[in-house]
């Protein structure tokens, strides 16, 4: 790789070891956030509800997860000559352009960018009930994006 950038940390490094660095750094949060939902969707319905701390645990996984996905997504995008897309939402439907992600995946990540923003921009108050009752669907469908997108990566040789 031709850019580098000068003495970061009192040392000259390549610009891909930087962004390799922080893409896992990305992904290990991204498991981790996964972890989180995975032990939250087991949680009694009440149990879930009546603790702030678990609601706010679990809408932070969600702006994790959802960044993660929006990230990799853009950055598909680029590798493969196109335009970053002007809204997140976008981002998603055009990995769907690209027939990278079943339908399905496709239109639940898109709902799943839009419930991110609402947490992130506090647009209206959250359902504390949408949220336990998609837990699942969150876990499911977000790993079934990411292995689409990294299946697609591994096939076109696309290196983060």
């Known amino acids: 790789m031709e850019i580098y950038r000068e003495k970061l940390y009192g040392k ?3 610009m891909g070891e930087v962004l390799k660095t922080h893409f896992l750094s990305r992904l290990k949060s991204f498991k981790e956030a996964l972890k989180i939902l995975e032990s939250l969707k087991n949680l009694d319905r009440e149990e879930f509800l009546i603790d702030v701390m ?3 645990a679990a809408e932070r996984a969600i702006q994790v997860i959802a960044e993660f996905c929006i990230d990799l997504s853009n950055y598909i995008l680029l590798k493969t000559g196109r335009d970053i897309p002007k809204t997140y939402r976008d981002s998603i439907k055009s990995i769907g352009e690209l027939n990278l992600c079943r339908s399905d995946v496709i239109k639940f990540m898109e709902n799943l960018i839009g419930l991110r923003n609402i947490i992130v921009h506090m ?10 009752n998609n837990l699942n669907e969150i876990v499911r469908y977000s790993k079934q994006y990411i292995d689409s997108l990294f299946e697609y990566m591994l096939e076109k040789k696309i290196d983060p």
């Open 123 to 132: 647009y209206a108050d959250v359902k504390t009930e949408v949220i336990y």
């Open 12 to 14: 000259r490094i390549e």
């Open 54 to 56: 678990k609601i706010y």
